[in-house]
């Protein structure tokens, strides 16, 4: 067969970012400005992600930027309580937590450690845009123990990686607007950067953390009559990428007309210049290990339909690209060219990152993983899922930690399951949780829990087959999440 026939080409639109620039003004009056880019860069600020092109507003400053009643600091609650907020503004945060020392910290952690708000760069920015809404965000990255080199040095190493990526891409052009997932810009920035915006207020980034620390009571406030301009350049092109995508017909006359989507995705976040070590991120967990599980469960279809006992239902294997550029490939999929009529579409079932242990996971033992979306548009869904994985005897706690639409790290959004929940069609997301590789370079492969990411398989392999096996699909019966 020609391997071609397996893959489902689509056009991207990219852009790579040159320069971004960050200028303060105070009282109408520009006082500094800093720049970097691939070329030159200064002491002051680095973008960390981020695309919209020019952000102008006013500043707030909001904490450490943590909402966590378990750990006894909320800085959220403070600035409802203020009458603070930072929508149409930047959104100023110091990039960790209250530390006594970069492996103490000072709030209620189990073990005493930094928790994840400081381990995990990637929570506290997606909690934040989700809850404080801000134009901009800006990280104080220099004030923190745990921060080795000078922000000049981390800018040029951003700088570097952004000149090996492929940068932002879309299904459209930028003049498209449509289908591209918006984020508001990301900075480091220095200390000595920070105070400068600081100015109005008569207060410093190292007073204030001070303070915070002591009393472990949150500080937030606007600054007044300061603003801040954010600017990124990019260039643009076109390429073409593909999706994966593998059938198996159903055998029954009738039901084979209506199809089962498994789906993962293939992609990875590509090169990190990390200096002499190895730079590539091989993404094991993200997403290696739902790549490798439907490769596996279709194995398990196949061999099942060789023997005669093949699913009732037709059964539609995809592996999409572009998840990490805003799920790029599943919305191809399920927008503009969907090889399956979405009406005849019964459910999806989304496999990403089943091969670690989550640190912060509830509860003593590994034998989990957290469901998402199961019962948002078909409590039958949910039904099943929860009855085959004791009638099959794999008992494994299916967690719903992460189950909601009001959860503040919004995992029910960001990954590939979206595009088909979003068309009301009933799926449930698979997925263990992040750790302390999670977008880096040592998320490898002797790291992934091989044994128990076996049995998520075999469970979801089980409650697949339940669905292209029954006499009828799971029916539709809550609101969704539009």
Do not use: C
């Amino acid at each position: 067969m020609d391997p071609s026939a397996y893959f489902q080409p689509f056009d991207v639109y990219g852009n790579r970012i040159t320069s971004a620039s960050l200028a303060i003004s105070v009282n109408g009056k520009t006082v500094h400005t800093s720049t970097n880019s691939a070329i030159k860069t200064d002491d002051q600020s680095y973008l960390v992600f981020g695309t919209t092109p020019d952000v102008t507003g006013g500043v707030v400053f909001g904490g450490y930027g943590i909402g966590d009643d378990d750990l006894g600091y909320n800085d959220f609650k403070a600035m409802e309580t203020a009458g603070v907020s930072a929508e149409d503004s930047w959104l100023m945060l110091l990039a960790d937590e209250p530390l006594a020392s970069a492996e103490q910290s000072l709030l209620n952690t189990e073990d005493g450690k930094p928790s994840a708000w400081t381990t995990s760069r990637f929570r506290k920015i997606s909690t934040v845009a989700s809850i404080a809404k801000p134009s901009g965000i800006l990280l104080v990255v220099d004030s923190s123990p745990l921060f080795q080199d000078s922000v000049a040095e981390a800018a040029a190493r951003a700088a570097a990686s952004r000149s090996q990526g492929v940068g932002s891409l879309s299904l459209e052009p930028r003049t498209g607007g449509g289908r591209r997932r918006s984020f508001p810009p990301v900075f480091a920035i220095s200390t000595s950067f920070a105070d400068q915006i600081l100015q109005t207020t008569g207060r410093s980034i190292q007073s204030i953390q001070s303070e915070i620390n002591s009393s472990l009571q949150p500080q937030v406030f606007a600054v007044d009559g300061v603003e801040l301009t954010g600017s990124i350049e990019q260039d643009s092109f076109q390429a073409q990428t593909e999706n994966v995508v593998a059938f198996i017909e159903g055998s029954d006359p009738k039901l084979k007309d209506e199809y089962l989507v498994i789906s993962s995705q293939y992609d990875h976040i590509g090169m990190s210049d990390t200096g002499d070590e190895d730079g590539i991120n091989n993404g094991a967990d993200d997403d290696g290990s739902g790549t490798v599980t439907i490769l596996e469960i279709a194995e398990a279809f196949v061999k099942a339909k060789a023997d005669g006992v093949g699913p009732r239902r037709s059964i539609l294997f995809l592996n999409v690209a572009g998840e990490e550029k805003g799920l790029l490939g599943s919305a191809y999929y399920a927008d503009i060219e969907p090889i399956i009529p979405l009406e005849k579409t019964v459910t999806n079932l989304n496999i990403d990152m089943i091969g670690r242990i989550d640190p912060t996971h509830p509860g003593e033992g590994s034998d989990y993983v957290y469901i998402i979306g199961s019962n948002l548009i078909s409590q039958e869904l949910h039904d099943i899922n929860q009855r085959i994985n004791k009638l099959v005897g794999i008992n494994i706690d299916l967690n719903e930690r992460f189950n909601s639409k009001d959860d503040p790290n919004q995992f029910y959004r960001r990954s590939d399951h979206w595009n088909f929940g979003k068309h009301n069609i009933p799926f449930i997301f698979f997925f263990t949780g992040t750790h302390e590789d999670y977008h880096g370079v040592d998320d490898e492969p002797e790291k992934i829990e091989y044994d128990r990411m076996a049995r998520i398989g075999q469970l979801i392999f089980a409650t697949a087959w339940q669905i292209a096996n029954q006499d009828n699909r799971p029916a539709v019966s809550g609101t969704g999440f539009n």
